[in-house]
Nanobody, 118 residues
């Protein structure tokens, strides 16, 4: 059974740094592309960043470009997302996503809530 479990959310100060982790189990992690999304309350889910199975990062959303980083550790079956210089509008539920590049099948974590306080 494929599972994605995010961690690292909570209440963070504006101007601070958010570090999220996603632990993947039940699949060949090193063959999967990973992505991070977020969804503010009442709004659509937004793709933030993706990273290929080989570790090439890209496709940063304009809202986070220049202040975020996506990474992965294939040996540990982990993906990471860091967001610097947090703004109130970064408040959202953040989701880890995994996609099989051959089949297009996607998997989601349960999400982790992030609240940026002033």
């Amino acid at each position: 059974q494929v599972q994605l479990v995010e961690s690292g959310g909570g209440v963070v100060q504006a101007g601070g740094t958010l570090r999220l982790s996603c632990r993947v189990s039940g699949t060949s992690f090193n063959t999967m592309a990973m992505g991070w999304y977020r969804q503010p309350a009442g709004k659509q889910r937004e793709l933030l960043a993706v990273i290929t199975s080989g570790g090439t990062a890209g496709r940063y959303a304009d809202s986070v470009k220049g202040r975020c980083a996506i990474s992965r550790d294939n040996a540990a079956n982990m993906a990471y997302f860091q967001l610097d210089d947090l703004k109130l509008e970064d408040t959202a539920t953040y989701y880890c996503n995994m996609e099989n590049p051959r089949t297009g099948v996607a998997y989601w974590g349960q999400g982790t809530q992030v609240i940026v306080s002033s």
